[in-house]
């Protein structure tokens, strides 16, 4: 297969690491991003640790026509978008020009609004369709591996699923005040905006981080986590047959809280132009220049992610609690490829759909499709062989109902 990856930050440089570490599948492997000096860092790598050559270019993604040459040139079978979610569209738009299959690991949001929702890309998928191309969308870890722990499940374990709790947890020390995991920018406008979650077929807005809960991690223990709104609920809602509510969770610490709260208050994470000194910026572009970069972080990052799904439903008429998750250790990802638990989680599962692409058993159908619409089962094998490792777990319950506020928090 030939492969495009667009992107070279955190999670690019372990998605062309990766790709490298498969050489007998990826037979040719081109790099492009907007700064091309880090493409050129992580090629040396790769020529130095795997003895493998791939090719580099400089792109700016928001370029249609840009994306375009550069696809005429490399000609890859596939295109996989590990920049921002800004480009979504934009990649899409070149891969329908040149008729080449597209995956990504978040979905499009508007650089002016922060609103993540399926619906700009799922609008592609009659035009996909009649070109014969198809599209995989958010094969990332959540959404992800997340949404194919419970398309899993679906298929293998229950026979109705009702209740799917994702919880994730990054119980890592990177050693900084603060500093953001993946891209600054994507994360705190995620972080920031209301909770929401889904119940009995509706949509139940939170205020940011309103609710807490203390979930036990395996491998990890007690964590407080949050209840965020995360893209996969969008998709999981509706192609889990028999759901009646799918929430998210995700442990901050206190620090981490501290510090946004504080940026937030100052107005630091606003996504409107400001006027400073006659030019005007964006407070939230200005802040994530100052903060340390997700790829550079790696470097004595200790501790693990403990990432996965809660799962309640009924198998032959009885009621069962099950737990799928896997745990990454950052000081291992970082000996492998040079790269933090955060990154590598998200990189090696687009790795993994597109040497199922390679092998004719996703992307057989045209058209745009998110990860849990794909079979699972032979993902769920090649994810395990390319670095992360999945368990099984019974519990005796699922997670229960809403209790816990933040103290500083109002009742509703
Ligand atoms: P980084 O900020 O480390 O990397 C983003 C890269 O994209 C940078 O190299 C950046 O270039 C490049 N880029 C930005 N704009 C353009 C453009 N217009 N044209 C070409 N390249 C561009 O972020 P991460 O690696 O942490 O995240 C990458 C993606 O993965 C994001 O979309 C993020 O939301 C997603 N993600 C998904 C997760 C999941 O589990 N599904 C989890 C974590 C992240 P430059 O260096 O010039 O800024």
Redesign the pocket.
């Known amino acids: 297969m030939r492969v495009l990856i667009?992107?070279?930050?955190?999670?690019?440089n372990v998605v062309a690491k990766k790709c490298a570490m498969n050489k007998d599948t990826f037979t040719h492997i081109h790099l492009a991003?907007?700064?091309v000096s880090?493409c050129e860092k992580i090629r040396n790598e790769i020529k130095e640790q795997f003895s493998v050559d791939i090719e580099i270019s400089a792109?700016?993604?928001?370029n249609v026509s840009d994306t375009v040459t550069l696809i005429n040139q490399v000609k890859p079978d596939l295109v996989i978008n590990?920049?921002?979610?800004y480009?979504d569209l934009a990649i899409m738009d070149a891969c329908l020009e040149t008729k080449t299959n597209y995956m990504d690991?978040?979905n499009y949001e508007p650089i002016d609004v922060a609103k993540f929702e399926y619906h700009w890309q799922w609008a592609y998928q009659d035009k996909f369709k009649e070109a014969g191309i198809t599209a995989i969308l958010?094969c990332?870890?959540?959404?992800?591996q997340t949404n194919i722990y419970c398309a899993y499940a679906q298929k293998n374990l229950f026979d109705e699923i009702h209740y799917i709790d994702i919880i994730d947890c990054n119980a890592g020390d990177h050693g900084k005040a603060f500093a953001t995991n993946?891209?600054p920018e994507?994360n705190l406008r995620e972080v920031t905006q209301n909770g929401r979650y889904w119940e009995n077929g509706e949509w139940v807005e939170t205020e940011p981080l309103e609710f807490r809960k203390m979930i036990d991690y395996p491998e990890v223990g007690e964590k407080a986590s949050y209840l965020l709104y995360h893209e996969e609920l969008e998709s999981l809602c509706q192609n889990i047959k028999g759901l009646k509510r799918i929430r998210f969770w995700m442990t901050f610490g206190d620090e981490y809280i501290k510090h946004m709260e504080v940026l937030q208050n100052i107005g630091m994470t606003r996504i409107d132009p400001v006027i400073h000194n006659g030019v005007e910026i964006v407070p939230i572009q200005f802040l994530k220049t100052l903060l340390p970069?997700?790829?550079s972080l790696s470097d004595g990052y200790t501790g693990k992610t403990s990432i996965g799904c809660v799962i309640t439903g009924i198998k032959d008429g009885v009621e069962k609690t099950v737990l799928i998750y896997n745990v990454c250790d950052h000081a291992q990802t970082h000996k492998e490829v040079g790269a933090q638990a955060?990154?590598y989680?998200?990189g090696v599962p687009p790795v993994t759909g597109a040497i199922l692409m390679a092998k004719g058993l996703w992307g057989k159908e045209p058209g745009v499709w998110n990860v849990e619409q794909l079979d699972p089962n032979p993902f769920m094998e090649e994810v395990a062989k390319q670095g992360l490792a999945w368990h099984i777990k019974e519990l005796p319950c699922g997670l229960g109902e809403l209790t816990e506020r933040r103290k500083d928090k109002k009742a509703a």
Not at 6 to 12: L, S
Not at 59 to 62: C, N, R, T, Y
Not at 140 to 144: L, N, T, W
């Open positions: 667009i992107g070279a930050g955190g999670a690019g991003s907007r700064t880090k792109l700016d993604a928001d590990m920049a921002l979610p480009q690991t978040a958010g990332g870890f959540d959404p992800g993946f891209n994507i970069e997700p790829s955060v990154s989680t998200t």
